[in-house]
Nanobody
Framework: QVQLVESGGGLVQAGGSLRLSCAASGRTFNSYVMGWFRQAPGKEREFVGAVTWSAGSTYYADSVKGRFTISRDNAKNTMYLQMNSLKPDDTAVYYC?????????????????????WGQGTQVTVSS
């Protein structure tokens, strides 16, 4: 059974930075796609970015491109989300997710229903 545990959330001022971590356990993740999603109050959960575990290729939502960076440490089975130049609009619960049977095509990396494992989420609050 795959387990995902996020950490690193908190309160930060606009323009500041945070780094989220997602510790994964239970499987070998070489064939997986790992993603970050977020959900603000009253809004639907949305794609933030994703990384192919084996190759380390990354993909981002337009809203975070150039500000957020995804990386992973294969030895630690941990994925990171470095968030810079944070804005109040980035306030949300951030979730990491794992797609154990990714389809071909980067379109699917953005689709919530493609991910079969989810973490519990970590709150990020950006004050103005």
């Amino acid at each position: 059974q795959v387990q995902l545990v996020e950490s690193g959330g908190g309160l930060v001022q606009a323009g500041g930075s945070l780094r989220l971590s997602c510790a994964a356990s239970g499987r070998t993740f070489n064939s997986y796609v790992m993603g970050w999603f977020r959900q603000a109050p009253g809004k639907e959960r949305e794609f933030v970015g994703a990384v192919t575990w084996s190759a380390g290729s990354t993909y981002y939502a337009d809203s975070v491109k150039g500000r957020f960076t995804i990386s992973r440490d294969n030895a630690k089975n941990t994925m990171y989300l470095q968030m810079n130049s944070l804005k109040p609009d980035d306030t949300a619960v951030y979730y990491c997710a794992a797609d154990s049977r990714p389809r071909g095509g980067t379109y699917y990396y953005r689709v919530l229903s493609e991910y079969d494992y989810w973490g519990q989420g970590t709150q990020v609050t950006v004050s103005s």
